[in-house]
């Protein structure tokens, strides 16, 4: 049972995209997705520094257009469509904005829709964010109720729950800088390269503009199982993805939840989509010891679209009837 997972804002590097624009295909792609977001995003993913990418305007929709053309990269298809190939995909997920990615990945979205709505709610939440200072702090371990009560305690939003041992804290910079200075027992903290405090209520004016947006834009059925980081249901129903999806900029990620659904839906392999690194590490730690074996693969480059291919041939479902090609 494969699951495919798009990364969320912070997994992105300077230069990550480089080896992947070798592709005259893929340089082209990227061209034509950047031209609807109205960014030139070749450059913000080749020679653009860590910093320029930081801005939520420019990550989210960088995020997704990678996520979208690796897809298609991994899966060919005859077309345009990444959901081609989901004949071999039990699930598919993704970590916050990831999850826009995933939605075109699992056919929800074209993914022209996909980049115009990336792009206005990543112009929202940067709004949002401009009106008061605010971030996200990464709680590594200590005691999960003793890191929920001092969040609490501070005013902050438990903004990702990311499994055991790693819970966001989002909320002012003063908050968060109270909470460094008496930080949960044992716990060790880490600041994040965001421009505010996401899935929290400082985003609600970013939800309200993308609602209102949302409305009009057409959705289609998923073609597999979209797990949502609302509460980790899966959900097949367009027009509820896309609820979702935009509800979930003001409310926290319950990533936790994603992986107890993965592992109900019996997962054998998780391959994690560029920039990868950050969803294929908590899996790791989360199955570790598990009651079921699950491989995971972080796909960085194209130097590794083969091992990829093999990797979702072996965890993958066998395609039958019009289901699509797989890899």
């Known amino acids: 049972m494969l699951v495919i997972l798009a990364p969320g804002q912070g997994a992105q590097t300077a230069g990550f995209l480089r080896p992947w624009l070798d592709d005259p295909i893929f340089a082209a792609r990227l061209e034509w997705l ?7 995003l070749a450059h913000y993913g080749t020679d653009a520094d860590d910093e320029t990418i930081r801005d939520t305007k420019i990550a989210q929709p960088l ?11 991994l899966f060919p298809s005859s077309g345009d469509d990444p959901s081609d190939g989901l004949a071999a995909v039990g699930a598919v997920a993704g970590h916050s ?13 074209s993914p022209e829709r996909a980049m115009v709505l990336v792009r206005e709610r990543g112009n929202a939440m940067a709004a949002a964010s401009a009106v008061t200072p605010t971030g996200m702090t990464a709680v590594l371990g200590g005691d999960r109720d003793e890191v929920l009560a001092t969040i609490d305690k501070h005013g902050l939003t438990a903004a990702n729950d990311n499994g055991p041992g790693q ?4 909320g002012t910079m003063e908050q968060l ?24 209520a400082h985003m609600a004016p970013a939800v309200d503009h993308v609602t209102r947006l949302s409305g009009a834009v057409p959705v289609h059925d998923a073609r597999t199982a979209f797990i949502s980081n609302a509460d980790g249901t899966v959900v097949r129903d367009g027009r509820e ?51 079921q ?10 130097d590794q679209l083969d091992a990829a ?15 699509g090609g797989a890899a």
Do not use: N
Request: hydrophobic share 45%; aromatic share 6%.
């Open 241 to 291: 993805v896309l609820t979702k999806i935009v509800g979930q900029i003001a409310r926290p990620v319950r990533w936790d939840l994603c992986l107890e659904t993965m592992t109900d839906l019996g997962v054998t392999g998780i391959l994690e989509l560029p920039p990868s690194g950050t969803l294929a590490g908590i899996a790791k730690r989360y199955f570790r010891g598990g009651p």
């Open 34 to 40: 950047g031209a609807v977001a109205g960014l030139d």
């Open 309 to 323: 291919r093999e990797f979702c041939a072996k965890h993958g479902a066998t395609p039958t009837g019009d289901e």
């Open 97 to 109: 904005v990831g999850e826009i990615g995933a939605a075109a990945f699992a056919g929800v979205l």
């Open 167 to 170: 819970i966001v804290a989002a």
């Open 293 to 302: 074996p699950v491989e995971t693969l972080a796909l960085g480059g194209p």
């Open 63 to 73: 995020l997704v257009a990678t996520a979208i053309l690796t897809a298609l990269e």
């Open 177 to 200: 800088a109270a909470f460094a200075e008496e930080p949960p027992p044992k716990a060790k903290l880490r600041p994040l390269s965001v421009a505010g405090a996401f899935h929290s």
